[in-house]
């Protein structure tokens, strides 16, 4: 899965026609329009002013065996399970099921395997199929109306109007990161970020690029390596925020990485590092932008921006408090997670027990979305 190939062709003479490419590295704190700064972090409790659970409505027909993706959009609540159900399950705001995508095969509208989706604005419904090369789109009802055929693959890519922004464009398996773009109107394709960053660091980018949707039209994603956070929008891709004072992998641990010469290894090496290696899970609400900072995500940051103070909590807190173990994304003015219940865990089990909307929840139901906003 992780193994380096050639590139094909195609791909070749599409990178080599680029004009626009540029280094992540080429961007500095300078070019930033907001600094948040680690040495300012406050020490808080979790105060929270909004509090939902919504459970999920579970049926023959709808039975989601994992969650991969979850996206709060137009009034729904799309839920992907690309690894056991290979489908997209529809419900609205109140977790009723609408409907699901399950269309597997290789006719017209028919897919292998999905590894991601995204939704336009209109409500029309992207799915990428990963062996097909190619992307399905779905009226907001269901309805299959049209393949985009790709030339090459893709491993996670997010919507914006008329372009599709491709994470690690590849002939197939290639596992450096890169960012390209692709204009729908004029079948066009822009590598955007080339790999020079992570080649001369010699560290393989064992996790994808993870696009993370805050509200409406403004997603974030921050490469590995990078104490840049970049910004997605109908303006193209620019620095966003910027994270400086984390605290540094000691240069005996890159030391370390770079040793080893099995890209497996190295990537476990980087999985099991306490400091910075990338942010991620970055998401905003009409308050607070959040992230974390490390790969073992054992602190959630918080960056008010009103009043610009910077919080920081522990991962065991949103557990004990909401159930969550990250926050999953936003829907505008709250944070969201999904939670699998377990009764072994007394945290799920005093949530059933003392929410009144969780009173029909029975074991093997549906995963439960929480919705949330937080005061400080």
């Known amino acids: 899965m992780k193994q380096t190939v050639l590139f094909s062709t195609f791909l070749f003479l599409v990178l080599s026609s680029c004009t626009n490419t540029i280094n992540i590295s ?23 002013n909004y509090l939902k659970y919504i459970p999920l409505e579970t049926t023959d027909e709808c039975l989601i065996g994992g969650i991969n993706k979850t996206i709060i959009k137009n009034s729904r609540i799309y839920v992907g399970d690309f690894s056991i159900a290979n489908a997209l399950f529809v419900f609205d705001l109140n977790g009723r099921f609408l409907f699901k995508i399950a269309r597997m095969g290789h006719g017209p509208g028919e897919y292998i395997r999905i590894v991601d989706f995204d939704i336009q604005t209109n409500g029309d419904i992207y799915l990428y199929d990963t062996f097909g090369k190619k992307f399905l789109v779905f009226e ?40 390209a ?49 970049f910004s997605i929008d109908r ?81 065991e807190i949103l557990f004990s408090s909401l159930g969550i173990e990250i926050i999953k994304g936003s829907t505008g003015k709250c944070f969201f997670g999904v939670i699998e219940f377990n009764t072994g865990f007394k945290e799920h089990k005093k949530i059933l027990e003392s929410r009144e909307e969780l009173k029909n929840w029975r074991e093997d139901d549906n995963p439960v979305v929480v919705v949330f906003n937080l005061d400080n």
């Open 140 to 179: 907001s009802n269901g309805e299959y109306l049209n393949t985009i055929q790709m030339e090459y693959g893709n491993r996670h890519f997010c919507l914006i109007d008329n372009k599709l922004y491709l994470s690690k464009p590849y002939g197939y398996g290639d596992g450096f990161a890169s960012l």
């Open 235 to 315: 303006k193209g891709v620019h620095p966003a925020l910027g994270v400086k004072n984390l605290k540094e992998t000691p240069k005996h641990t890159i030391e370390t990485w770079l040793r080893e010469e099995d890209v497996i290894k190295r990537s476990e090496l980087m999985m099991e590092n306490p400091y910075f290696v990338d942010l991620s899970y970055v998401f905003e609400n009409n308050n607070y932008i959040c992230f974390v900072y490390n790969t073992i995500v054992k602190e959630l940051v918080l960056y008010n921006k009103h009043s610009e103070l910077i919080f920081q909590f522990s991962r």
């Open 181 to 229: 773009s692709y204009d729908m109107n004029n079948n066009k394709t822009e590598i955007l970020f080339d790999k020079k960053y992570l080649y001369d660091n010699k560290i393989s980018d064992f996790r994808e690029f993870d696009f993370c949707y805050s509200p409406d039209t403004v997603i974030y994603f921050a490469p590995k390596l990078s104490k840049i956070i």
């Open 26 to 48: 080429d961007y500095t704190f300078e070019d930033v329009p907001v600094i948040i700064d680690m040495d300012k972090v406050k020490k808080d409790t979790l105060k929270i």
